[in-house]
């Protein structure tokens, strides 16, 4: 069982660039979490997805972030027009169904220059 | 202007001795509480979780404690071990909500 998948592990974006953020979930997990940490500080929730299907997303920005979970492929976090402040560290989590019990990815790093 | 940082709270032990950290929870309607160990540079790794109809709760070294009265929460790590140390974040969920809320989050630093 490989875990949670995240990829690119470090991502550099120039300001005004895209991010694209991917997560594939543990096998047989349903449901995805998107998660970001400034430095020296706690995990802050950002969206909820199952596949297909956005559940919670009160944690989101309302402008240049969205993510989706489509029905085949990798959870997507989507930042456009980035700036210097969405500089932190990414990290997905998913759990099966009806269960707690999240594992988490190791996370993207992006700078954002 | 001067900057100010944040600071993680520390707790720097000797090894072998018995580690104690506390978390504070901002909801009285949480009702399942998560601690996890994140090292430098990785994800955060579940160490043990406590439902709120639980005061205690033991695992391999570790105890968490729960009291609702007073919203604390309490990771008791026993013989701690160099390779404890870490940041240790506490997380609660509230019922019908499938989202974590996470302490700011306590560096354990053991010496050898």
């Known amino acids: ?113 | 202007g001067e900057s100010v940082g944040l600071h993680l709270p520390t707790l720097s032990v000797q090894e072998g001795d018995n580690s104690i950290i506390n978390c504070a929870y901002s909801n009285s309607a949480s009702d399942y509480f998560i601690w996890y160990k994140q090292e430098s540079g990785k994800g955060p790794q579940f160490i043990i979780d406590i439902r709120s109809n639980m005061d205690k709760r033991q695992g391999q070294r570790v105890t968490v404690l729960l009291n609702k009265t007073v919203k604390h929460l309490s990771l008791q790590i026993a013989a701690t071990q160099p390779g404890d140390s870490a940041v240790y974040f506490c997380a609660e969920k509230q019922g019908g909500s499938e989202k974590l809320v996470f302490g700011k989050g306590t560096k354990l630093t053991v010496n050898p």
């Open chain 1, 1 to 113: 069982n490989a875990g949670v998948m995240q990829n690119p592990r470090h991502l550099v974006r120039r300001r005004g660039q895209e991010a694209r953020l991917r997560c594939s979930p543990m096998k047989g997990h349903s449901h995805v979490y998107w998660y970001r940490q400034l430095p020296e500080e706690g995990l802050k929730f950002m969206v909820y997805l199952q596949k297909e299907n956005i559940i919670d997303e009160s944690g989101m920005p309302k402008e240049r972030f969205s993510a989706e979970f489509p029905k085949e492929g990798p959870s997507i976090l989507r930042i456009q027009q980035v700036v210097r402040g969405d500089s932190a560290a990414y990290f997905c989590a998913s759990s099966p169904a009806g269960r707690e019990g999240y594992t988490f990815g190791s996370g993207t790093r992006l700078t954002v220059v």
